[in-house]
């Protein structure tokens, strides 16, 4: 990447451009292509073709246009997605299964997203940093569960709400680790830290989550939730001593569990 900072900046403009609360109101009912799709006409290549090895920052709908018409274009594509319609929808070709199709690679393209915001504030910071660190991330990783590769370490960033069975534990390969990526009503804890009708101990619970949820995020103006650079940063100190990384790894995901 020859110049970090500025493509990090055109990255966190264009984030901030996605219209969250309209797509996610048209989309919220929209869950008919729930099914596993054949590798054919998965959108991962393409995403990562155009977000990560061109930066060519696409709107959701002139992306999911392109890659329409690239299923289309493609002859072992194009069978892929006939055999899967016919299998599971018989339906009449009235752009019902399109909707269907484009609502289940919105939410593909948004996560994807998530997880190239963490891999370009790695790469902005190595560089800022003067640390000679390769992230790899591309299709072929992300379908094996690898959301980024620096050496030999691999990472997922894991959602996480407030539950406590949802936090990420380290990954089952010795040295894979799980990056929480916080998913939280910032209005509901905010609520919840000031209510009387809440015991004490709680509420001091949910002020810390908020503190932790501060340091180690920024929310954009339209809501899209990014990695800070503190966050980052402690990856990007600990990388080289796997226990280490673990250990500050598990404390951030205790953080912003409200527990410390």
Same mark, same amino acid.
Not at 3 to 13: G, I
Not at 157 to 161: D, E, G, T, Y
Not at 207 to 211: D, S
């Given at each position: 990447?020859e110049?970090?900072?500025?493509?990090?900046?055109?990255?966190?403009?264009f984030?901030?451009?996605?219209?969250?609360?309209?797509?996610? =109101?048209?989309?919220?009912?929209?869950?008919?292509?729930e099914?596993?799709?054949?590798?054919?006409?998965?959108?991962?290549?393409?995403?990562?073709?155009?977000?990560?090895?061109?930066?060519?920052?696409?709107s959701?709908?002139?992306?999911?246009?392109?890659?329409?018409e690239?299923?289309?274009?493609?002859?072992?594509?194009?069978?892929?997605?006939?055999?899967?319609?016919?299998?599971?929808?018989?339906?009449?070709?009235?752009?019902?299964? *399109?909707?269907?199709?484009?609502?289940?690679?919105?939410?593909?393209?948004?996560?994807?997203?998530?997880?190239l915001?963490?891999?370009?504030?790695?790469?902005?910071?190595?560089?800022k940093?003067n640390?000679?660190?390769?992230?790899?991330?591309?299709?072929?990783?992300?379908?094996?569960?690898?959301?980024?590769?620096?050496?030999?370490?691999?990472?997922q960033?894991?959602?996480?709400?407030q /539950?406590k069975?949802?936090r990420?534990?380290?990954?089952? *390969?010795? /040295?894979?680790?799980?990056?929480?990526?916080?998913?939280?009503?910032?209005?509901?804890?905010?609520?919840?830290?000031?209510?009387? /009708?809440?015991?004490?101990?709680?509420?001091?619970?949910y002020?810390?989550?908020?503190?932790a949820?501060?340091?180690?995020?920024e929310?954009?103006?339209?809501?899209?939730?990014?990695?800070?650079?503190?966050?980052?940063? =402690?990856i990007?100190?600990?990388?080289?001593?796997?226990?280490?990384?673990?250990?500050?790894?598990?404390r951030?995901?205790?953080?912003l569990?409200?527990?410390?």
């Open positions: 990447m110049n970090p900072s500025k493509t990090l900046k055109l990255y966190r403009d984030l901030e451009s996605i219209p969250l609360d309209k797509f996610r =109101e048209k989309y919220k009912e929209i869950k008919w292509v099914q596993d799709l054949p590798k054919e006409i998965l959108p991962l290549a393409s995403i990562f073709k155009n977000y990560w090895d061109k930066h060519n920052f696409l959701f709908d002139d992306w999911f246009n392109e890659f329409w690239e299923l289309h274009s493609n002859k072992e594509s194009l069978n892929a997605l006939k055999k899967f319609k016919k299998y599971y929808f018989n339906k009449d070709d009235n752009g019902w299964f *399109r909707l269907g199709f484009k609502a289940r690679m919105y939410r593909t393209w948004v996560s994807v997203l998530t997880q915001d963490f891999c370009y504030v790695f790469v902005y910071l190595s560089a940093q640390k000679n660190l390769k992230l790899e991330c591309n299709a072929e990783l992300d379908r094996r569960g690898i959301d980024a590769r620096v050496d030999d370490v691999d990472f960033v894991a959602k996480i709400s /539950r069975e949802a990420p534990g380290a990954g089952r *390969r010795k /040295r894979k680790i799980a990056i929480p990526y916080a998913v939280f009503n910032i209005d509901e804890l905010k609520r919840l830290s000031k209510s009387p /009708r809440v015991r004490e101990q709680n509420r001091k619970k002020k810390r989550a908020l503190e949820f501060f340091k180690y995020f929310i954009l103006s339209n809501g899209f939730v990014v990695f800070s650079e503190y966050y980052v940063s =402690e990007i100190k600990n990388i080289h001593d796997i226990q280490a990384l673990k250990e500050r790894v598990n951030i995901s205790l953080e569990a409200g527990e410390y």
